[in-house]
Nanobody, 123 residues
């Protein structure tokens, strides 16, 4: 059973920064593509960023390009999301997820999910 645990969320002012982490256990981290998703109150879960197994490919939703950076450390079984220049509209619960195969922006293509970490950006 693959387990994911996110951390690093919190309350930050607009234009501030946060770094989210996601530790994966119970599987072979280096064989998984990984993704970050978010869900705001009353909205559907949406794609934020994804990264390939060996870090050669990263993809972002347009609204976070140039502000967010996804990365991974396969030696530590850890996925990261560096978030700069945060905006109030970035407020959401952020989830990391695992899929076999290549990176993807589709929620339903991911097999395992973490419990989420809350990010709140005040104006």
């Amino acid at each position: 059973q693959v387990q994911l645990v996110e951390s690093g969320g919190g309350l930050v002012q607009a234009e501030g920064s946060l770094r989210l982490s996601c530790v994966v256990s119970g599987g072979t981290f280096s064989t998984y593509a990984m993704g970050w998703f978010r869900q705001a109150p009353g909205k559907e879960r949406e794609f934020v960023a994804t990264i390939s197994r060996s870090d050669e490919g990263t993809y972002y939703t347009d609204s976070v390009k140039g502000r967010f950076t996804i990365s991974r450390d396969n030696a530590k079984n850890t996925l990261y999301l560096r978030m700069n220049s945060l905006k109030p509209e970035d407020t959401a619960v952020y989830y990391c997820a695992v899929r076999s195969g290549g990176p993807s922006d589709a929620v339903n293509e991911y097999t395992y999910w973490g419990q989420g970490t809350q990010v709140t950006v005040s104006s």
